[in-house]
């Protein structure tokens, strides 16, 4: 089956604008997690799903960072009135389980002008 | 602060020279550990992972790590590299007593292996 998915892959925003990226896990996956890469760091977690619940949000850097997972499949991360810094790549993971292997997604790449 | 440290940022091999990769990570009690590998153009995916038992852990494509707990270590080995192993490494931890959901990546090493 198909693998995570993540869209758009490549987002140029400008300074203030408000984004949403989407991941699509794989299907049956319970836990769905986000994080934010920045160039050449590792990633960094942002916030954890299972299911619909978010049971993580303690990474998200600030109120402007906001995720959902209204059915238990689909997510969106929303950022509100970029800022420069939040230009990153954005990596979804989902898995059977919170200690199951994560798989993931492709990312997509901010860029905040 | 609380860390994963990957202390080779750039590590240039020649084939059929032995790897080892160093992760140390500063989070005391229970921990689970990962490496994930990261293939030029594709996702990043999990080469191996220890959560208790043997601290050997064999993984994928010949690969392996040691946990060693006095040293807060869990480096990746391979005996022999090859021009496929090209890729950018990262050590991963999610330390139990922390934080139950978090994963903590280190900031990863870009592994060359010249043909």
Same mark, same amino acid.
Do not use: M
């Given at each position: 089956g198909a693998g995570v998915?993540?869209? #758009?892959?490549y987002k140029v925003a400008k300074r203030g604008q408000d984004v949403a990226l989407r991941?699509? #896990?794989?299907? %049956?996956?319970?836990? @769905?997690?986000?994080?934010?890469?920045? @160039? !050449?760091?590792?990633? *960094?977690? @942002?916030?954890?799903?299972?299911? *619909?619940?978010? @049971?993580?949000?303690? !990474?998200? #850097?600030?109120?402007?960072?906001?995720?959902?997972?209204? *059915? %238990?499949?689909?997510s969106t991360l929303k950022i509100q009135r970029t800022q420069q810094e939040d230009s990153a790549v954005y990596l979804c993971a989902s898995s059977r389980g919170r200690e199951e292997t994560q798989y993931f997604g492709p990312g997509t790449r901010l860029l905040v002008l | 602060a609380q860390s994963v440290s990957q202390h080779n940022h750039h590590v240039i091999l020649s084939e059929a020279a032995s790897l080892e990769l160093g992760c140390n990570y500063s989070y005391g009690g229970t921990v689970n550990l990962f490496w994930y590998v990261q293939y030029p153009g594709q996702h990043l995916q999990l080469l191996l992972k220890y959560f208790s038992g043997d601290p050997l852990v064999k993984g994928i494509k010949g690969f392996e790590a040691e946990f060693i707990k006095s040293k807060f270590s869990f480096n990746l080995r391979k005996p022999?590299?090859?021009?496929?192993?090209? =890729?950018?490494?990262?050590?991963?931890?999610? =330390?139990?007593?922390y934080n139950f959901n978090k994963f903590y990546f280190g900031s990863g090493t870009k592994l060359n292996v010249k043909p």
């Open positions: 998915s993540q869209s #758009p892959r991941c699509d #896990p794989i299907s %049956g996956h319970v836990s @769905l997690f986000w994080y934010q890469q920045a @160039l !050449g760091q590792g990633p *960094e977690f @942002l916030t954890y799903f299972q299911n *619909e619940a978010q @049971l993580d949000k303690s !990474g998200l #850097p600030s109120d402007r960072f906001f995720a959902e997972r209204p *059915e %238990g499949s689909v | 022999s590299v090859q021009w496929s192993d090209t =890729a950018e490494y990262f050590c991963a931890v999610n =330390a139990l007593r």
